[in-house]
């Protein structure tokens, strides 16, 4: 009894010191990062999607999620099943992007993304961040606050 007691420990043990490791690969919210710098980060993610555990390009854009988006979107399950459904597949393992500014202010940013997915067709975006205001620790930094429905703009071929 003994023996299976501790080899269930080992077990559990390994599993949370592996997924321990493999989360720290994944980048969180800083007030050095810039509005720019977001959107590549979580675009990066979702174009290497399976690159560190299954669906960590999903978690590191949720990273950088606003709390109100979060609210929307409910909670990590949801928005993994929101990224895989029709809407915003083509994010995932896409083959390219372009982050293209559009406006902004010292509160919100706003940009056009351009993805390229696997098929070769370019799919538009408008994707919006935000400072955050509210005090705790990811107060002053830029968090996703919108990201439109993709508007297909046809194949690169």
């Known amino acids: ?14 599993y949370f010191l592996s997924t321990t490791a493999l989360n720290a690969d994944l ?4 007030t050095l990062i810039k509005p720019k710098e977001v959107i590549r980060i979580q675009l990066t993610g979702l174009m290497k999607n399976d690159n560190f555990f299954k669906d960590s390009g ?4 949720w990273n950088f999620a606003h709390p109100e988006n979060k609210k929307n979107t409910g909670p990590l399950p949801n928005f993994k099943m929101m990224i895989k459904g029709r809407s915003y597949q083509m994010l995932l393992n896409h083959l390219s992007h372009t982050i293209t500014e ?19 067709i370019y799919h538009k975006f408008n994707w919006q ?7 705790g620790p990811l ?6 606050t919108m990201v439109s429905s993709p508007i297909p703009l046809g194949s690169s071929i």
């Open 102 to 120: 559009v406006g902004s202010s010292d509160k919100w940013a706003q940009f056009e993304v351009i993805i390229l997915d696997q098929e070769k």
């Open 139 to 144: 107060k002053d930094c830029w968090l996703t």
């Open 1 to 14: 009894m003994l023996k299976k007691l501790l080899l269930t420990f080992k077990i559990v043990l390994f």
């Open 129 to 135: 961040v935000e400072k955050y205001t509210e005090e």
């Open 58 to 61: 999903i978690e590191q854009t």
């Open 27 to 30: 980048i969180n919210p800083s």
